[in-house]
């Protein structure tokens, strides 16, 4: 059942507190008077009748209450701009009279628990994220007076939460996982079954054999690491037949009371096989020399991809790109605006690619700005293509030369530029650097509340 307001959040208790106490923080009673405006949470009402169309089930009145949308908002944004985890969030937050007072959380009650409001987010989605951002631009739009006049539009990467991948570790992870997996499902096929034997002290001895390659030699080394990346490979692969024989075992055995328990267990394990396949087929053509196209980096992120950018300290990056589009009121030195959802696509897309997501994202709130500036990455005929429904009187793209005065030029490149502050601003200061949440919808839901909380503290800042 769906809970939106919170209950009162002062009691009998907090009458005997300080008024300091109190009293929020400056920039938490910003925040607070901004997010207490119902209109901000209609997405996530409505995203609940959607799931009573789509499901049949009536969510909306039926079952356990769920937590306060109203509370789970906040304790999403203390989340994004102090960079917390779920536990971390709930103790901070459990220990803290401001936090509770902006949460609205009562002083006797609990804070709710870090599983509920994790599950929460994947439930609610990225979509819904994304509405509460439009949301939030419309009322700054409307009610504070922010005019759109210029916009800049770069693509980053927003890393996965892997390490670095490589192709004998990527074996290593999946003779672990598959024999895991399978133990947890042996008794659901039944007496007989064969169990899927667990590799890794052989695949381990491999591992530790290629760190005492690495010192040699160039022409030594390259023989004998792929020579035992090889037989990774291949201890991968007995691996990944043992999984499917018990997997087509449980369906077989599927029938009657709890068959679509099994099926859903036989179908997890045919897709961990499925990766794990993928992997020894990498192995194989690195062993054969060919190319490998759309690479998989992780067993437990399978959307992430090899990202190259061309940086001198991190050549290549592990995750996803990310198109970003800031609106300003103008385009003096040090402007501030508002991010609107960021875009993504699988894979390793180009800018002029995501451009018409961005393009039509604009479009959509009938945002229309008068000038755009771009990164070098971008082309101009695609440029051009993209935008014929925003059509801005002047469109800058870094590196290219532009039919408009020496002084305009200058003055939107240095505009340009500052799209490169707003990002690492967004890392470090909102979580944007690195996506704690697996796939690539965990990444969009990740990368919409850090814009959706950055979006609150600029029109917090720009309302004075």
Not at 287 to 310: N, Y
Not at 400 to 419: F, V, W
């Amino acid at each position: 059942m769906l809970t939106m307001q919170a209950p009162q959040a002062e009691t009998l208790w907090d009458e005997v507190l300080p008024i300091e106490v109190r009293e929020l923080p400056e920039d938490l009673a910003k925040l607070d008077e901004l997010l207490s405006d119902p209109e901000l949470l209609r997405p996530i009402a409505e995203h609940w009748r959607r799931e009573v169309t789509e499901t049949g089930r009536a969510v909306l009145t039926d079952g356990r209450p769920t937590i306060a949308m109203e509370t789970y908002v906040r304790l999403m944004v203390i989340k994004q701009r102090s960079e917390w985890g779920y536990e971390t969030l709930v103790g901070e937050v459990s220990d803290s009279i401001h936090l509770r007072r902006f949460c609205l959380i009562p002083l006797q009650a609990r804070v709710p628990c870090e599983s509920t409001i994790r599950k929460l987010t994947r439930r609610i989605g990225a979509e819904t994220v994304a509405e509460l951002t439009r949301a939030l631009v419309a009322k700054a739009t409307r009610e504070r007076r922010f005019r759109a006049r210029a916009a800049r539009i770069d693509s980053t990467v927003v890393e996965a939460d892997v390490r670095y991948p490589t192709d004998s570790g990527l074996a290593a992870d999946g003779v672990r996982a598959l024999a895991r997996e399978a133990r947890k499902v042996r008794a659901l096929a039944g007496k007989g079954a064969k169990a899927v034997r667990d590799r890794s002290r052989a695949v381990g001895k491999r591992l530790r054999a290629i760190s005492r390659t690495l010192p040699r030699r160039v022409g030594e080394r390259k023989a004998e690491v792929m020579r035992l990346t090889g037989e990774c490979g291949e201890l991968l692969k007995r691996s990944v037949a043992e999984t499917r024989r018990i997997a087509r075992r449980i369906k077989v055995r599927a029938r009657g009371r709890g068959a679509r328990a099994k099926l859903q267990r036989a179908a997890k394990l045919d897709e961990l096989a499925d990766r794990c396949e993928r992997v020894a087929e990498q192995i194989q053509k690195r062993l054969a020399g060919e190319a490998i196209k759309d690479r998989l980096v992780s067993l437990a992120d399978p959307d992430a991809r090899p990202i190259r950018k061309g940086k001198r300290g991190k050549p290549t990056e592990f995750g996803y790109v990310t198109q970003l589009c800031e609106l300003t009121p103008n385009t003096k030195p040090g402007a501030r605006g508002l991010i609107v959802p960021p875009k993504t696509a699988p894979g390793n897309p180009n800018e002029d690619q995501l451009l018409p997501q961005t393009a039509a994202e604009l479009e959509r709130a009938g945002i229309h700005p008068r000038e755009v500036a771009l990164d070098g990455g971008f082309n101009t005929g695609p440029t051009a293509t993209a935008l014929p429904d925003l059509p801005p009187e002047s469109t800058f793209i870094a590196g290219r030369r532009e039919p408009a005065s020496r002084r305009t030029r200058r003055r939107l490149a240095r505009y340009r530029a500052g799209a490169e502050g707003r990002i690492s601003h967004l890392k470090r200061g909102y979580g944007l650097g690195r996506s704690r949440l697996k796939g690539e919808e965990g990444q969009r839901i990740w990368s919409g509340w850090a814009a959706f909380a950055y979006d609150l503290d600029t029109v917090a800042v720009l309302s004075g």
